[in-house]
T-cell receptor
């Protein structure tokens, strides 16, 4: 599975959009981009995933560049409850396990 | 909603003890996973299972074994606990096919070995 690079930490003001970047320059054609988050003292939670096209659900939007070498997770109106570690993971759909890495610690401030 | 439950939230054991961590999921998922999480190291995969009685080693299987006798239950066993196995242990499950992208996690067991 391709390796990902994320900034270790980011801040965001409550109510503003949080844009979390992820580089995955070695991604191959059959690999998806997944995003999970982990709120303190809880297990990780799935957010969204995509292959080539941008994706949106009730939690977030995922923007994948045309060359697929990077992506951005967007939380459109961050709340204090969005303070968490966010993991960007690249894996083929047939892979059983996910390599979580260290993620980005997002702090949403009032 | 999928529920993944783990037998204990907190556990304290002595060095050399045999430790069992139990995980149960209620959504008939084929795949189950055990991770450990340590500060600065992220989540690391210990073992996973894609069917009853089947298991595969993850990145850090040394010192651990697993058992999956029933589809809904996946146990992690520390044969002889050591202090370097003090950690947060997370269990997860997922289905196959279209649902394979989403892993559902339990709340975790914080194990302290003294």
């Amino acid at each position: 599975d391709a390796k990902t690079t994320q900034p270790p930490s980011m801040d965001c003001a409550e109510g503003r959009a949080a844009n979390l970047p992820c580089n995955h320059s070695t991604i191959s054609g059959n690999e998806y981009v997944y995003w999970y988050r982990q709120i303190h003292s809880q297990g990780p939670q799935y957010i969204i995933h995509g292959l080539k096209n941008n994706e949106t659900n009730e939690m977030a939007s995922l923007i994948i560049t045309e060359d697929r070498k990077s992506s951005t997770l967007i939380l459109p109106h961050a709340t204090l409850r969005d303070t968490a570690v966010y993991y960007c993971i690249v894996s083929s759909h047939s892979g059983y396990a996910l390599n979580f890495g260290k993620g980005t610690s997002l702090l949403v401030t009032p | 909603d999928v529920k993944v439950t783990q037998s204990s939230r907190y556990l304290v054991k002595r060095t050399g003890e045999k430790v069992f961590l139990e995980c149960v999921q209620d959504m008939d998922h084929e795949n189950m996973f055990w991770y450990r999480q340590d500060p600065g190291l992220g989540l690391r995969l210990i073992y996973f299972s894609y069917d009853v009685k089947m298991k595969e080693k993850g990145d850090i299987p040394e010192g651990y074994s697993v058992s999956r006798e029933k589809k809904e239950r996946f146990s992690l066993i520390l044969e002889s606990a050591s202090t370097n196995q003090t950690s947060m242990y997370l269990c997860a499950s997922s289905s196959t096919g279209r649902g394979a992208y989403e892993q559902y996690f339990g709340p975790g067991t914080r194990l302290t070995v003294t």
